[in-house]
């Protein structure tokens, strides 16, 4: 199988703090990580291509420095919100490409993490 | 540009009927697309998937769904409703020459009744 994990399920956390989600994938190597985010019954929208090893890659309109991204290991990448700000809550939601034989590279998707900021 | 829409915010269906959830995409190249489901407060899940082959694709909890070129549709279908299947469900495709990135459509939220 393909599991990935995510920690913490939730969290709430006062404005003005940090806060670090991680993502890990449970039986398999990832390489290449994905975060997103997620409105109320809304789309994922993607906010960053985690690359093991390397800087990651932001999509247009997503803060790196608030959105600090870290893929230090095949099966860990991490989310860090910094200086949240009410605005930030939102349920993040990571994925984490599949790359061994057979698995068509598809992504695995974790369990989300809501954030409340107060 | 590549793209996914998913035209009904929301479907509803008595439970035992037959359920339709309509995507259509926009890709240059050969499409890879897929159909998540995602339960209140959770990750997603995945459903189905269409490469290359056979254009109709089954997938989990009986669900498949029904690649069609000329329309560029992937719509998902299941032939009798549970009210568990109550959800919110999600077309993707996977963006050529991207790294793997998923595009998702805006999301269909199906509701099963009694």
């Known amino acids: 199988g393909a599991v990935v994990s995510q920690h913490p399920s939730w969290v709430i956390c006062k404005s003005g703090t940090s806060v670090k989600i991680e993502c890990r994938s449970l039986d398999f190597q990832a390489t290449t990580m994905f975060w997103y985010r997620q409105f109320p019954k809304q789309s994922l929208m993607l906010m960053a291509t985690?690359?093991?090893?390397?800087?990651?890659?932001?999509e247009q309109g997503v803060e790196k420095d608030k959105f600090l991204i870290n893929h230090a290991s095949l099966t860990l990448s991490t989310l860090t919100v910094t200086s949240a700000h009410p605005e930030d809550s939102s349920f993040y939601i990571c994925?984490?490409?599949?790359?061994?034989?057979?698995?068509?590279?598809?992504?695995?998707f974790g369990p989300g993490t809501r954030l409340t900021v107060t | 540009a590549q793209s996914v829409a998913q035209p009904e915010d929301q479907v509803n269906v008595a439970e035992g009927n037959p359920l339709t959830v309509k995507c259509t995409y926009s890709?240059?190249?050969?499409?890879?697309l897929f159909w998540y489901v995602q339960y209140p407060n959770r990750g997603l899940q995945f459903l189905l998937k269409?490469?290359?082959?056979?254009?109709l694709v089954k997938g989990s909890y009986g669900f498949e769904a029904e690649f069609n070129k000329s329309q560029t549709s992937f719509h998902l279908k299941k032939p009798s409703a549970l009210v568990s299947d109550s959800a919110l469900y999600f077309c993707?495709?996977?963006?050529?020459?991207?790294?793997?990135?998923?595009?998702f459509g805006q999301g269909t939220e199906l509701s099963v009744k009694p």
């Open positions: 890709v240059s190249g050969n499409p890879y």
């Open positions: 985690s690359n093991e090893g390397s800087k990651a890659t932001y």
């Open positions: 994925s984490a490409r599949d790359f061994r034989q057979g698995a068509d590279h598809e992504q695995y």
């Open positions: 993707a495709v996977r963006a050529a020459n991207q790294g793997g990135k998923l595009i």
């Open positions: 269409y490469i290359t082959g056979d254009n």
